[in-house]
């Protein structure tokens, strides 16, 4: 059972533009939210979170939405470079417990 | 300061065989996590250890062990390998076993079996 889900697989988007990457779940107790960036033959790397008790938390150019009622959140990138392109996981937890990963989604951007 | 390493890289083993993965966490850190990352799929949880000991695992068999050292590395053992067990296996070290805390993963080490 999924409890985390990236319903699209990949994503392009032109250099400039805003990148919109979603995520839901199903699990109603998760409270801490993040997001992961991977580059081919690199582990993921941390991008940013947010806790239950927000609805958005902005790092720069990334802005991630949280919406608790739809069980849904989302990852904006404005405005996208070509450095961007990679898979984006997102990761749930609930307490201090385990993270759950979605599949991933990737994102191309182009010039 | 360096950050996570893991080896080997890569790895072929044959159904049946016994593997070992091993993971230098970053420096100061006391928690290491370690995931399975089947193709298509994100890492999935297999365990965590906190100063030495498990504190977490996720919903894999007793064949999946691990091990971490006085000085914070970690190992990974698979006994009787399966195919199924073939993916990237990434390990992730943090400061302390709270979630919030920024997990540093490294870059994986890939094992095929056959």
């Known amino acids: 059972d999924q409890q985390v889900k990236q319903n699209s697989p990949s994503l392009s988007v032109q250099e400039g533009r805003i990148s919109i990457l979603n995520c839901d779940y199903t699990n109603s107790m998760f409270d801490y939210f993040l997001w992961y960036k991977k580059y081919p033959a690199e582990g993921p790397t941390f991008l940013i979170s947010?806790?239950?008790?927000?609805d958005k938390n902005e790092d720069g150019r990334f802005t991630v939405f949280l919406n608790k009622s739809a069980k849904h959140l989302s990852l904006h990138i404005v405005p996208s470079q070509p450095g961007d392109s990679a898979v984006y996981f997102c990761?749930?937890?609930?307490?201090?417990?385990?993270?759950?990963f979605g599949t991933g989604t990737r994102l191309q951007v182009f010039p | 300061e360096t950050g996570v390493t893991q080896s080997p890289t890569h790895l072929i083993k044959t159904r049946g065989q016994q593997v070992t993965l091993r993971c230098s966490s970053q420096?100061?850190?006391?928690?290491v996590s370690w995931y399975q990352q089947a193709l298509g799929q994100g890492p999935q949880f297999i365990f965590q250890y906190y100063r030495e000991e498990e504190n977490g695992r996720g919903n894999f068999p007793p064949r999946f062990s691990g091990l971490q050292f006085p000085n914070y590395s970690s190992e990974l053992n698979v006994n009787a390998l399966e195919l199924d067990d073939s993916a990237l296996y990434l390990c992730?070290?943090?400061?302390?076993?709270?979630?919030?805390?920024?997990?540093?993963f490294g870059p994986g080490t890939r094992l095929l079996v056959l």
């Open positions: 992730a070290s943090s400061l302390a076993v709270a979630i919030q805390e920024t997990q540093y």
């Open positions: 947010i806790s239950s008790i927000k």
């Open positions: 990761a749930a937890s609930e307490g201090t417990d385990k993270l759950i």
């Open positions: 420096s100061g850190h006391n928690t």
